[in-house]
């Protein structure tokens, strides 16, 4: 499973995320947003793509298409909040953040999206590994 995973990430890399087809789309966001997350939770997952809040959003909706409200509706939330910050690179990580979420929602988020962390682990193995 997860050589298929790196190969939809190289794809993308290589030659841009309109080289892939649907399938590809959700595998590259599920599995990217996983490992960001494993590595660095909520905040390392946005550090690791900012600017490019829409990729939460995306999230969001293949979340909702998998039937995942919860999910869906935290990423939402995500997503209205990173897109409140400012366009500017002054300053650190944490300070724009504290700027942009000064009520920690966040952390909170970060707490709910955890709850369903293994169960995209089984719904990317679901996508590339059919009824296995």
Known sequence: MIDACHAVLETEARSGRGALDEKSTVIFHIYRFLC???NGGLGGFLYNISPEWDDVAALGGIASD???AELAQALE???AIMKRGHDGD???WEEWLEATDPEYELEELDEE???SFG???DELGELILPGE
């Open 36 to 38: 960001e997350y494993e």
């Open 66 to 68: 998998l039937g995942r």
């Open 77 to 79: 939330r995500v997503h």
């Open 90 to 92: 002054s300053g650190t």
């Open 113 to 115: 999206i955890s709850d």
């Open 119 to 121: 169960m995209l682990w």
